[in-house]
């Protein structure tokens, strides 16, 4: 409504990533199609804000219809649900960022901490079991996903079976996420050290971390091609693997990997941890 007035020529969608490049094409769906469509109908896109369920619905219903061609995908509505799993996680969100995806990236390959992500504030108990909640929905829309038309747009935009496999790779993902934070409330400290799990659960999560690996190769590589996104992507989720199956990072001088992060301060995460409520802890 804002372009309207101010006489823009037109909107611009755009889809990058920040520390790798680890979401799949049917990630942007939704954003791309909502931009369209409020963009063509900028009054009913008014109104239908007021109510966001109604919004959402439109959003996944031109998914199946426009995209996968085929009103039964149900990928719209796995889409719709991973789309909101980054509010379910804690009681409040780091702006601009998900602790999911913090959870599953270190910020640098040097460490063995989770960044800007407060146990017990931008991850609780409660939290950790919504997102599961959730993802038992998502698997479940996924499975009862319609490929009836895969062998017909095979390896295109359109292609129901590998947008299926790819948001799988994603619930799969956000499910090791969920498992991290967990553990991240058991250890009761103001930061998340991958290094200080219980040998047996980093364990536990490392083999399915590096499961998770493998699939992120093969899937990249049926849209894109191999270069750098790929490597810098790959190289990020096997450091995290690396710290879950050594306890340390990668030529640690015994510093533990602790490093600074910027505009993010020890003060600042004492008051976030101490401002929580201690049931979630």
């Not at 990928?75 to 409040?92: F, H, K, N, P, Q």
């Amino acid at each position: 409504m804002l372009t309207l007035f101010e006489t823009a020529e037109g909107l611009l969608s755009t889809d990058w990533g920040d520390h790798g490049h680890l979401q799949p094409l049917p990630i942007s769906f939704p954003g791309y199609l909502a931009s369209a469509d409020f963009s063509w109908n900028v009054w009913e896109a008014a109104e239908l804000m007021k109510d966001w369920s109604k919004a959402t619905s439109r959003v996944s219903e031109a998914v199946n219809r426009l995209i996968m061609l085929d009103p039964d995908a149900k990928i719209g509505e796995a889409l719709v649900l991973i789309a909101d799993m980054y509010r379910l996680i804690g009681r409040t969100q780091i702006p601009n960022e998900s602790a999911l995806f913090k959870l599953l990236v270190l910020p640098n390959r040097k460490s063995t901490q989770v960044a800007k992500v407060v146990p017990g504030w931008h991850v609780t108990k409660q939290g950790v079991l919504a997102v599961q909640q959730a993802l038992e929905r998502v698997n479940e829309l996924l499975s009862e996903a319609s490929t009836s038309r895969a062998a017909e747009h095979a390896q295109t935009v359109h292609d129901p079976e590998l947008a299926r496999d790819e948001l799988q790779w994603v619930a799969d993902a956000m499910a090791i996420a969920s498992k991290i934070g967990e553990n991240c409330l058991h250890i009761r400290r103001p930061k998340c050290d991958l290094a200080t799990f219980p040998r047996e659960n980093a364990t536990e999560i490392g083999k399915e971390m590096e499961a998770l690996i493998a699939k992120f190769e093969a899937l990249w590589l049926k849209r894109s091609r191999k270069g750098t996104g790929l490597k810098d992507s790959y190289q990020r989720l096997k450091h995290t693997l690396k710290v879950l199956q050594d306890g340390r990072a990668p030529e640690d001088k015994g510093l533990g990997g602790l490093v600074a992060e910027s505009g993010y301060s020890i003060l600042e995460s004492v008051a976030q941890l101490f401002s929580s409520v201690t049931d979630d802890l």
